[in-house]
């Protein structure tokens, strides 16, 4: 899928308050009767280094996949 750098600057903003609430309230927290847990950081760190290159990608153009072509010649 391709993004757009405005997107790609909007998801990793999400990510990095997504790692800022679980680092201020902890993983786990109870409502009532309730008990929530929050995503793994070690999720939220990949995800977050994930949208740095798709970012650093975009703004060199090179954020498709990449195909390369080989023509073999016999000497």
Known sequence: MIF???EAQAKLKLWMEAEDTVAMGGKRYKIGKREL???????ISKR???WKRMILQIKRGT????????V???L
Not at 37 to 43: G, I, K, S, T, V
Not at 63 to 70: E, F, H, I, L
């Open 4 to 6: 757009t750098l405005e």
């Open 37 to 43: 847990e929050r995503a793994d950081l070690n999720l």
């Open 48 to 50: 977050i280094e994930y």
């Open 63 to 70: 954020s498709g996949p990449r195909s390369v072509s080989v």
């Open 72 to 74: 073999l010649r016999d």
